[in-house]
């Protein structure tokens, strides 16, 4: 299995800007469908935003839409969240997953790889 580190995390103040991004073996992103998920204390795992093999982004239509953007760097075969106006809910343990092309990009169970995670805290 491919081996997803993400980096980036840390505490910021609401407003604020963070960028994760989440290593992973070379040509893993040009061949799966990549995501990042967000688990806060309590609640179940979230669906933040994914990006296929080909470049096809899908967000949640909820509190991210417009002021998170994920990306890729095939090259690096590195996947980004640039993360803006940050807010207190957006407090959560970030997750980086890979699923096989044709699975469902909003559904926990369609990754079969996950990183460890990075703690994002937003204080207001």
């Known amino acids: 299995q491919a081996q997803l580190v993400e980096s980036g995390g840390g505490l910021v103040q609401a407003g604020d800007s963070l960028r994760l991004s989440c290593a992973t073996p070379?040509?893993?992103?040009?061949?799966?469908?990549m995501a990042w998920f967000r688990q806060a204390p309590g609640k179940e795992r979230e669906f933040v935003a994914a990006i296929s093999r080909i470049g096809t982004t899908t967000y949640n239509d909820g509190s991210v839409k417009g002021r998170f953007t994920i990306s890729k760097d095939n090259r690096k075969s590195t996947v980004y969240l640039q993360m803006n106006n940050l807010e207190s809910e957006d407090t959560a343990v970030y997750y980086c997953?890979?699923?096989?092309?044709?699975?469902?990009?909003?559904?926990?169970?369609?990754?079969?790889?996950w990183g460890q995670g990075t703690q994002v805290t937003v204080s207001s």
């Open positions: 997953a890979a699923a096989q092309p044709g699975t469902p990009a909003t559904i926990p169970s369609s990754y079969s790889n």
């Open positions: 070379p040509k893993t992103v040009m061949w799966y469908n």
